[in-house]
Structures are given as structure tokens and as C-alpha cells.
């Protein structure tokens, strides 16, 4: 058994290391592959910004803010992403798009 030295006692269980796991309690089994390949993310970050062609945009910098970068990419049909976070990053989008408020400018500190 395995105790814990704090107030109260934690059991671990008891094992026997063996040769035939490498000295692990228990066999060490490989990666198994998740069958779901496509919008696997549980948390998306969106930033909002311009785009290359100047439209307001909601999705993912293309690049380091550090290195001067705010151009950003809308989400629109990336694998790992789920597609209801894509819809909403498009619901946000048109929002924005149909109003008046600025875009932060994190060089200028101006904006919303």
C-alpha cells in the first residue's frame, strides 16, 4: 500500500512492478486514434480585426501581434473547428459588420 504522510491517509492501492511491464504498474498501452477527426476543438479563441482585404473579420491572426500582425482570417471552413463555433464566429461577424463601433486597435488602444 501507498500512504500519504499529510493528515489524512490517501490509498493508492498496492502493485508489484514486474519485468514484463517495464517495470510500470501496469501495462503501458499505445495512442489510440479518437474516431472523430473533424471538429474535435472544445475551446476556440476568436480575435477580432481586419482582414487582408480591410472587411471587419472574425477568426484566427494569421500571425504574432509581438511581430506587428493583426491581420485576421475568418473561420470558415476549418477542419478541427466545430461548425457550430464557425457559426457563431459568422453570426458575430455580420453583427459587427451592421454597426457602428470600431474595431479595437491594440496599437492606438482605441475601439471596442
Known amino acids: 500500500m501507498i500512504r500519504c504522510s499529510r493528515p489524512h491517509t490517501v490509498l493508492l492501492g498496492h502493485f508489484s512492478p514486474t519485468t514484463s511491464t517495464g517495470g510500470l504498474p501496469c501495462k503501458l498501452e499505445g495512442i489510440v486514434a479518437c474516431p472523430i477527426e473533424n471538429g474535435y476543438r472544445n475551446k476556440c479563441e476568436f ?16 500571425g ?11 473561420v470558415v471552413d476549418y477542419p478541427n473547428v466545430p461548425m457550430i463555433a464557425c457559426k457563431y464566429a459568422a453570426i458575430f461577424q455580420e453583427f459587427l459588420q451592421h454597426n457602428d463601433l470600431p474595431v479595437w486597435n491594440r496599437f492606438k488602444n482605441i475601439g471596442f
Open 64 to 74: 504574432n501581434f509581438r511581430e506587428g500582425v493583426t491581420i485576421v482570417e475568418e
Open 47 to 62: 480575435r477580432v480585426g481586419y482582414s487582408l482585404e480591410g472587411k471587419m473579420a472574425v477568426g484566427f491572426m494569421l
